[in-house]
């Protein structure tokens, strides 16, 4: 079992920057691909970005592609994502996620594991 808890989430004006932190426990994350989703007020949920088991390959939206970076510390069992340029549709709850594989596409991976979100608010 995999325990995932976000934080770094907050209030910033648009064109700043956030961090968010999403810390594994339980078990090792060696093996895991990791993703990042968030779901604004009154809309369904999207993907932001993904992360391959051994940070060789990455995957991201296209709204949030040349701004935002997903990365991992395995010695921490730490995956971050940060966010540079924020927009105000950028606002919206953010979820971490993560499956157990070692495929390097990335791309319609369905996530085992969630966190329980972080907020994020960007004000204009």
């Known amino acids: 079992q995999v325990q995932l808890v976000e934080s770094g989430g907050g209030l910033v004006q648009a064109g700043g920057s956030l961090r968010l932190s999403c810390a594994a426990s339980g078990r090792t994350f060696s093996g895991y691909a990791m993703g990042w989703f968030r779901q604004a007020p009154g809309k369904d949920g999207e993907f932001v970005a993904a992360?391959?088991?051994?940070?060789?390959?990455?995957y991201y939206a296209d709204s949030v592609k040349g701004r935002f970076t997903i990365s991992r510390d395995s010695a921490k069992n730490t995956v971050y994502l940060q966010m540079n340029s924020l927009k105000s549709e950028d606002t919206a709850v953010y979820y971490c996620?993560?499956?157990?594989?070692?495929?390097?596409?990335?791309?319609?991976?369905?996530?085992?594991?969630w966190g329980q979100g972080t907020q994020v608010t960007v004000s204009s």
């Open positions: 992360l391959s088991w051994n940070s060789f390959s990455t």
């Open positions: 996620a993560a499956v157990r594989t070692r495929t390097q596409v990335l791309v319609g991976l369905r996530y085992d594991y």
